[in-house]
């Protein structure tokens, strides 16, 4: 029932965990004009720093998160932001983003008054900016871990609004879903998106590999085996097809290679990622036609 879409434990098991523990493609970001739903960025009570938000002015230091329930954003104590999915229980999962700074004991990030996000190495060093957003120029924005997982730069605006003027680009796809275990008919992943099940989570990672992890312990189960790739994008075909592609010269020069579940022919099937840890394409009328194999790993 398998289509080309490669199990490949064996050998590809490594890289899948060194793509997560390494920095990423994911990690440069993008900017923005999206525009979700609206984002009060003024200073919390007390001027602390809330679950969710950075307000202007306000520093994320080492050791210290935000969450919003699925995600955590760490200001790590080797100076590198990562973004970990998070379990029911609090603790982290797979790494879906990082700012790529690891090497600076004890750096910290900073929502600055004029709009940007900054890294800055720590004060006992010379407290030297080493990352940023590039969103100076928009007094009084904010930077959001949202609810749908995309953590963001937003610039208050005069009407009362919000707009995105940065963002990591990662969560879940389809952010209006229910569900957040199925890949439905034309959706699609990009680096740093997931679907889950109570048990697993599946990850589209920032090096192009598509990996299916257990919660308990966070080992992969799965993996399409396509690691060392740019710009990968999963969609779940409106032919039934799931189709992994990347561009490894960059999006604007177009696909350079591909794989798939070779499913077309099911119009309209879905992609579930299950609690007994199997990765399903069903059909409309419920039949499988195809699975990742991984039923009662989880």
């Known amino acids: 029932m398998r289509g080309s879409i490669r199990t490949a434990l064996a050998g590809a098991v490594g890289s899948c965990l060194l793509a997560v523990l390494a920095p990423t493609a994911a990690s440069a970001a993008t900017t923005s004009t999206t525009t979700p739903a609206p984002v009060d960025c003024a200073t919390p009570p007390g001027g602390r720093t809330d679950a969710v938000r950075l307000a202007p002015g306000q520093t994320l230091y080492p050791g210290k998160s935000l969450t919003n329930g699925t995600e955590n954003l760490t200001m790590q104590d080797d100076g590198n932001l990562v973004m970990y999915l998070r379990d029911a ?19 910290e990030a900073q929502m600055q008054q ?7 190495t720590s004060p006992d060093m010379d407290y030297r900016p080493i ?11 904010c930077a959001v871990l949202g609810a749908n997982g995309d953590f963001q730069v937003m610039s208050h605006q ?37 679907r889950a099940s109570r048990t697993t989570w599946l990850v589209l990672q920032g ?13 992969p189960l799965w993996n399409t085996g396509t690691s060392g790739h740019k710009n990968p994008v999963a969609t779940m075909n409106a ?3 799931l189709r992994l592609v990347w561009a490894d010269n960059g999006p604007d020069w177009g696909i350079t290679g591909s794989t798939s579940s070779n499913t077309s022919g099911n119009p309209g ?30």
């Open 207 to 219: 090096d192009g590999n598509l990996v299916l992890y257990r919660k308990s312990d966070n080992a």
């Open 89 to 107: 229980d609090g603790h982290n999962g797979p790494a879906i983003w990082n700012s790529g700074t690891w090497g600076h004991i004890n750096a």
């Open 239 to 241: 032919d039934g097809n």
């Open 131 to 141: 990352w940023n957003t590039g969103t100076w120029g928009h007094p009084g924005s």
């Open 114 to 120: 004029d709009g940007n996000l900054v890294i800055y």
């Open 269 to 298: 099937a879905t992609a579930v990622v299950q609690d007994d840890g199997n990765f399903v394409i069903y059909r409309t009328d419920g039949k499988p036609v195809w699975q990742s194999g991984t039923w009662g790993k989880a």
């Open 158 to 194: 005069k009407s009362g609004t919000a707009l995105v003027i940065w963002h990591t680009a990662t969560g879940q796809p389809n952010p209006g879903d229910t569900d957040p275990t199925r890949l439905q008919a034309g959706a699609a992943m990009g680096p740093g998106d997931w």
